[in-house]
C-alpha cells in the first residue's frame, strides 16, 4: 500500500469554501508530514478576519489520521509574493523535499504518489528543477507517462530543495540576462515579449507575485520541470471575486485524466521540443498578442 512520505505544503488564505475541496484530497491521502502556510487578514478587512480563522480552524481540526503538523502563520499580512515564498522557503529548510497546493487545485488521488515517485528518481538530476501535476495541452500527443518542458505549471507541484536554493524573489540578474539575451535562446520571439513584460514588471515591484520569479530561475539555470500526459489537477479558483490571479473566468479543460503505476522512468531528460512549441501557440500565440494590443490601446 503507498504511503506517503514526502512532506506537503498546503498555502491557504481566506477561502474557506476552496479550501475544504482540496484538503480533503490532502485528508484522504495522509500526508506524514503537513506543513501549513497562512497569509494574515488584510488591513481594514474585517471579512478576512472571520474568513481567515475560518479557514485555519477547518484544517486544524479535520487533521483525523497521525501526521505531524507544522505551522506558519502569518501575524500580519504580507501579501502574495512574500507569504508564499517565504512559506515555501521555510518547509524547504526543514526538507529535502515537498509537495504544494494551494487552496484552489483540487489534486486527483494519484497526483500524490506521482509527485513522490518522481522526486526520488529525480532527486540527484540537476538539470529537473519541479514536478507539475498539470498539463492542459489536451490535444497534444506524449508518448511516454510525462515529458519534460520549460513551461511547468505551478497549479499542484513538487520540488526539491537543491532547485528552490536558487530562487531569487528580486530576479537581482534580471537586466544583465535581458541585455546578454539568455531568455533569447530558451522561448521564441512571441514567448519572450511576455517574458519579459512580466519579468519587468516583478523587478520594478509592479506584481505582488511569486511564481514570475520561479520561472525565471528556471529559465536562467535551463532547469526542467516533469509534465505528466494525463492531467491530474483541477484549479477551481477562477471566476470568483476573491481571486488573486485567475480572476475571470477560465476556458481551459480541467477534466482529470489517469496514470498507470508503477511509472515508466524511460524517458530521457531532455525538454520536449514539440510541447514547448504546442505551449507557446496556445499561450503566447497571435491571439494572445491581438489580446495584449486591444488592452494596451484600446482598440
Not at 481571486?243 to 477560465?250: F, R
Request: proline fraction near 3%; charged fraction near 30%.
Amino acid at each position: 500500500m503507498f504511503e506517503l512520505t514526502t512532506p506537503v505544503a498546503f498555502i491557504i488564505f481566506n477561502r474557506p469554501d476552496t479550501t475544504k475541496e482540496v484538503f480533503e484530497k490532502i485528508r484522504e491521502a495522509k500526508p506524514k508530514k503537513l506543513y501549513l502556510i497562512s497569509d494574515a487578514p488584510r488591513e481594514g478587512r474585517e471579512d478576512d478576519v472571520e474568513k481567515v480563522n475560518e479557514t485555519r480552524g477547518y484544517v486544524e481540526s479535520h487533521i483525523d489520521w497521525d501526521c505531524e503538523l507544522h505551522k506558519n502563520y502569518a501575524e500580519s499580512n504580507m501579501g502574495c509574493k512574500n507569504r508564499v515564498y517565504t512559506g515555501i522557503s521555510w518547509v524547504l529548510e526543514n526538507e529535502e523535499t515537498t509537495i504544494i497546493l494551494e487552496d484552489d487545485v483540487v489534486p486527483m488521488p494519484e497526483f500524490f504518489r506521482y509527485c513522490q515517485e518522481m522526486l526520488e528518481h529525480y532527486k540527484d538530476n540537476e538539470k529537473v528543477m519541479m514536478v507539475s501535476g498539470t498539463n492542459l495541452l489536451k490535444n497534444h500527443k506524449i508518448d511516454k507517462q510525462y515529458t519534460f518542458s520549460c513551461f511547468s505549471s505551478i497549479w499542484g507541484w513538487a520540488t526539491w530543495k537543491r532547485a528552490w536554493d536558487k530562487y531569487d524573489v528580486d530576479i537581482k540578474g534580471w537586466p544583465e540576462v535581458h541585455k546578454n539575451g539568455t531568455f533569447k535562446g530558451v522561448q521564441s520571439g512571441l514567448a519572450y515579449m511576455f517574458l519579459k513584460r512580466n519579468m519587468d514588471s516583478v523587478y520594478n515591484h509592479v506584481k505582488d507575485t511569486w511564481d514570475i520569479q520561479w520561472d525565471y530561475c528556471r529559465h536562467i539555470n535551463r532547469g526542467l520541470g516533469v509534465v505528466p500526459r494525463e492531467n491530474m489537477i483541477c484549479n477551481i479558483g477562477f471566476d470568483r471575486e476573491d481571486a488573486t490571479h485567475t480572476s475571470g473566468s477560465s476556458d481551459e479543460d480541467f477534466s482529470y485524466g489517469s496514470i498507470n503505476f508503477p511509472i515508466d522512468f524511460n524517458v530521457e531528460v531532455k525538454r520536449d521540443l514539440d510541447y514547448d512549441k504546442a505551449y507557446i501557440k496556445k499561450y503566447y500565440g497571435m491571439k494572445k498578442v491581438m489580446n495584449f494590443v486591444k488592452k494596451k490601446f484600446g482598440k
